[in-house]
């Protein structure tokens, strides 16, 4: 075992000094060749997808040559070497794009750079399952791209994004309604899917489904009124739905005022039963004190 653990150790530090001296190799290499060519050389390396490689030209622009027209340029290509490399990605990559808006806030190619701040957001949404941070990180980002170059045309390539965006956070809310239906947690149902319905455009969710599961929440909260009129719409602008039967009968069990009728008959049991609990309880804190009143005699006779 620890012949086994001395052998990677040694592995180890053979592949990262491996490393280092490639690293070393092309740094080396590109010192010895013109600014531009450093570039070019980066750039090809970067379409190929050696983008280890491609950061250590960059870099050396970065490091020795930051009064080049290829300065701004190198940056931002490493950013990109950063981003489209599974061994690094956009949690690497974003600071990398956000600099480069900072330092050439006029430069022609920030809009770019803002568009890519964007996509490292966008590019981590997991779905509509999943936390939404990225979602609305990505959409605030994609905004900002719009309203600080909205000539360019990665801002014209934005709103498909946004619209991607707004459908998963409408998807987000509509589980999130529909979960709370199905555990019985019916007010918190109807805020979320009352959310969904009255902020978000129709063309981001199932807008059927929605308004069948916000009117039986509704039904559940003894919200009639209100219930019986998003089943009617649901019959209007779905008249072939799949819930059809069922929403026809909760139609008739509103209209024909037998839910009211029974949510009355309800209130009245409760209210009986609580005020016999009342009473039981009232008569036997009377007894209590009543025994107490007597034991309490009892003892001053003695």
């Known amino acids: 075992m620890k012949k086994i653990i001395i052998g990677l150790l040694v592995f180890i530090l053979l592949f990262f000094n491996a490393c280092k001296s490639a690293k070393e190799a092309n740094i080396e290499r590109a010192k010895k060749i013109s600014v531009s060519k450093v570039y070019l050389d980066g750039m090809e390396y970067l379409l190929n997808k050696n983008y280890s490689s491609a950061r250590d030209y960059f870099e050396v622009i970065i490091d020795n040559a ?9 940056k931002l290509a490493y950013a990109d070497a950063l981003f489209f490399d599974v061994s690094k990605g956009p949690i690497e990559a974003l ?25 490292c957001y966008f590019v981590q949404i997991n779905g509509p399952d999943r936390d939404q941070t990225y979602v609305d990180q990505a959409m605030a980002e994609f905004e900002k ?15 498909k994004y946004i619209d991607y965006c707004w459908k998963i956070k409408a998807q987000h809310e509509y589980l ?3 979960f709370y239906y199905k555990v019985k947690g019916y007010k918190a149902a109807a805020d979320r899917l009352r959310g969904l319905i009255e902020n978000y455009d129709p063309k981001y969710y199932d807008k059927e489904k929605a308004y069948y599961y916000f009117a039986r929440s509704l039904m559940y909260e003894t919200k009639f009124d209100e219930a019986a009129r998003y089943f009617r719409k649901l019959l209007k602008e779905f008249p072939n739905t799949i819930y059809r039967d069922s929403v026809k009968e909760q139609l008739d069990y509103i209209e024909s005022g037998k839910a009211e009728k029974e949510l009355k008959e309800r209130k009245k049991k409760i209210e009986e039963k609580y005020k016999k609990e009342l009473e039981k309880r ?3 804190a009377k007894g209590k004190k009543k025994k107490s009143k007597k034991k309490k005699e009892k003892a001053e006779d003695k």
Do not use: C, R, W
Request: without cysteine; aromatic residues 20%.
């Open 282 to 284: 009232i008569k036997k």
């Open 66 to 74: 930051t009064q080049s027209e290829y300065f701004p340029y190198a």
């Open 176 to 178: 999130v309604g529909v």
């Open 95 to 119: 600071p990398e794009y956000q600099s480069f808006i900072v330092y050439f806030p006029k430069h022609k190619e920030t809009p770019y750079a803002q568009f890519m701040v964007a996509m």
């Open 145 to 159: 791209l719009k309203s600080n170059y909205p000539d360019s045309k990665y801002a014209q390539m934005a709103d």
